[in-house]
């Protein structure tokens, strides 16, 4: 899981057997959101840390941040 901070997302890869990557797949849009640190819950969604508002948000995967 990767917060892509200025792109207002959140971005989820696959581990391959041989450790590289799979493509990108859009986990969460945080609209005008700016997550910078994240975090996962036991529920599996991501806590973002958006630092522009000063909140943090949640996010369910194939949601929106909110």
Avoid: K, N, Y
């Amino acid at each position: 899981m990767v917060a892509e901070t200025w792109a207002h997302r959140l971005t989820a890869f696959a581990i391959q057997p041989d450790g590289s990557l799979s493509p990108g797949r859009l986990f969460a849009d945080l609209a005008a959101g700016s997550a910078d640190g994240i975090a996962v819950d036991a529920e599996d969604a991501v806590w973002g840390a958006c630092f522009a508002g000063s909140e943090f948000r949640r996010a369910a995967g194939g949601g929106r941040g909110g």
